[in-house]
């Protein structure tokens, strides 16, 4: 386990990817009318003149199963995506928003193979009617460092269908002392969906509502528990490390489930505690 400082930068997606880099997840984001839908084309932002705009095309649209990802071309230098979605624009300028509805995918290997050769990828973890907002970063050649990927955008999509309601009743209970926390129950998914292991990771972010309100620290594990105690080794992490100065500040803990869906692990947020105040004494 390992914390990390995060410093807005205008964009939620960007943040993230570094905050679950570091906490080992990314070790190398009701319709009125059922006829509701959209199809996207992607923008590609680049100044790596290798893979042009021609060759990184793809749209998101809406179909029974979710939301399908079509891309016209995925260059083969390309060795990871990054795909993640969630229910708030990330080219607004970014505050912490422990509301934000976050999942995400890093796909390499044979997943990324088999996406090369089918040219899609299908999102079943969402609702019918919402918004979201899907974003698709890659590296080449197994850059490792944060700077090294580049950015895609999909603009927004509202699908008509999906298997969000298995889960959406699950909440996430701090207990007393605020210093751990339980799930209640395993989500159920259809027979699509089979669990990675491990099952869970539980990710803790702290994070100052004043001057420093874009900055974050982000602690975490991966876990088959459906209950987890941060502390004291969180606290013992930001002592060891110096990166906050004594003080009260706001802080909430995000789910995660690990599934497997048409060959593709997806980190799919379940749920999130309540804010709550964290006190370092350090």
């Known amino acids: ?41 992607g923008k590609f932002v680049s100044n790596d003149d290798q893979v042009s705009p021609e060759e990184a095309n793809f749209k998101a649209e809406a179909v029974p199963q979710g939301i399908m990802l079509t891309f016209d ?8 995506l990054f795909i993640s979605f969630q229910d708030v624009d990330p080219n607004t300028e970014y505050q912490i928003n422990p509301e934000i509805l976050f999942s995400y995918s890093v796909i390499g290997g044979s997943s990324l193979e088999q996406v090369k050769k089918t040219g899609r990828v299908i999102i079943p973890f ?22 090294e990927w580049t950015h895609w955008m999909l603009a927004e ?7 969000y ?30 669990y990675s292991f491990p099952k869970y990771e ?17 602690f975490g594990r991966q876990a088959n528990s459906l209950t987890w105690n941060f502390e ?27 599934v497997i ?8 947020e379940l749920a999130k505690t309540n804010v709550f105040i964290y006190s370092f004494r350090g």
Request: include cysteine; hydrophobic fraction near 35%; charged fraction near 20%.
């Open 157 to 163: 999509c509202v699908p008509y269908s999906g298997i």
């Open 126 to 147: 969402v609702k019918a009617g919402q918004k979201y907002f899907i974003s698709v970063d890659f590296q080449k050649n197994n850059d490792q460092y944060p700077g």
């Open 1 to 41: 386990m390992r914390i990390t400082l995060t410093v807005a930068r205008g964009k939620f997606l960007f943040s993230i990817m570094q905050t679950l880099r570091v906490v080992g997840t990314i070790s190398l984001i009701l319709s009125f009318s059922l006829v509701i839908c959209c199809c996207v084309t």
């Open 202 to 218: 539980y990710v803790v972010t702290v994070y100052s509502t004043g001057n420093n309100a874009n900055m974050s620290y982000s």
């Open 261 to 268: 869906y048409d060959n593709i692990t997806w980190n799919v």
């Open 232 to 258: 004291p080794a969180m606290t013992e992490e930001l002592k060891k490390n110096n990166n906050l100065e004594r003080g009260d500040y706001s802080a909430f803990v995000r789910a995660f489930c690990h």
């Open 165 to 194: 309601s298995s889960y959406k009743d699950i909440r996430l209970m701090l207990n007393r002392t605020k210093t751990g926390l339980t799930l209640p129950y395993e989500p159920v998914f259809s027979e699509e969906v089979q």
């Open 73 to 80: 071309n995925i260059p083969e230098e390309i060795d990871c």
